[in-house]
């Protein structure tokens, strides 16, 4: 209880946010104007453009996405990157580059390393020389696009600290501040611990939780997390309903963000259970199919607080 009143006091400071207009791409698929769920591109627009790298952020900023998602780790020499995978094999050439350092694990290399890394042509020809971005590189983009960022905080039990240090890293690059913090920020991860720390060291900062936890468990969840992000084939209309019947740690109605629906029908249908979210590789198609297919289910999930109080 405690936590909450902390959040409750920070958010009643916070007070109403002011309007600020987005570029023309990212406006028409902000979730304050949407009518439908809000929709974020998946590791950014990775159905066109190689996972995790600035250009599928690029990407997804050429197709009007607003909100992007990606996944946080941290190297050898306690740099954070911006790479899903716990090793480096899929999404690089690295079992060319160190053909002796199996596994391979991006905990076992140096930034200078991965650097080197080309982490483009696994997916295309014309993306051969991409890179793994550092958390750094990967704010200023989203900020050079005026996106929003849906942060996944990635195995953070390899990585002991790895929220404060994120945290330190979204403060240092400006995203900490009130608006973003209101507007553009939200951080998950599938650790609930993880989920915990950060809200007790930001309880300011919107988070959400990735799983699909038993209904009867979802109070508990609620004290520390303002969603509830699941697989999209484990959510039905009453898990949505159940959801949507707690307040979060914002007070505010906890909200919940799919994941990882990639075609029409799919995201018609859960659209249709009323999520608030819908995360996709695809955006471009969830968001042609789900327009208009729920009344500003995603009102919410801009990142702004009221207060403690119902919206």
């Not at 958010?11 to 028409?28: E, N, Y």
């Not at 094999?89 to 140096?110: H, I, L, N």
């Not at 793994?132 to 390899?158: C, D, F, G, M, W």
Request: no cysteine; hydrophobic share 40%.
């Amino acid at each position: 209880m405690h936590t909450r009143t902390v959040a409750a006091t920070v958010g009643a400071l916070l007070g109403f946010s002011a309007l600020v207009l987005p570029t023309p791409a990212a406006q028409a698929a902000d979730s304050g104007t949407s009518h439908g769920p809000v929709v974020v591109a998946h590791r950014g627009a990775s159905a066109y453009a190689p996972e995790n790298t600035l250009e599928a952020i690029d990407k997804a900023d050429e197709l009007g996405t607003a909100w992007v998602e990606n996944d946080v780790q941290r190297t050898k020499d306690g740099e954070l990157v911006v790479i899903h995978d716990t090793d480096l094999k899929r999404t690089t050439d690295v079992e060319q580059v160190f053909p002796d350092r199996s596994p391979w694990k991006v905990a076992d290399f140096t930034l200078a390393e991965i650097k080197r890394l080309d982490a483009g042509s696994w997916f295309s020809p014309d993306y051969a020389g991409a890179r793994v971005p550092t958390l750094e590189q990967y704010l200023k983009r989203v900020s050079a696009n005026h996106q929003k960022l849906l942060l996944e905080i990635k195995a953070p039990e390899l990585y002991p600290g790895i929220e404060r240090q994120t945290l330190r890293e979204l403060r240092g690059e400006g995203w900490l501040d009130w608006y973003h913090v209101r507007h553009k920020l939200i951080i998950q991860s599938f650790s609930a611990d993880s989920v915990k720390t950060v809200h007790k060291l930001r309880p300011d900062v919107k988070t959400g939780f990735l799983g699909t936890p038993a209904v009867a468990d979802l109070p508990q969840y609620a004290a520390f997390t303002d969603q509830i992000n699941p697989n999209y084939k484990t959510v039905t209309p009453e898990y949505v309903a159940a959801v949507h019947a707690l307040r979060g740690a914002h007070w505010r109605p906890l909200e919940l963000f799919t994941w990882t629906i990639n075609d029409g029908p799919n995201a018609t249908r859960l659209a249709g259970y009323g999520v608030d979210g819908i995360i996709t590789n695809t955006p471009d198609v969830v968001r042609e199919a789900t327009e208009g297919d729920a009344a500003d289910a995603g009102s919410g999930a801009s990142g702004s607080f009221s207060g403690a109080t119902a919206p």
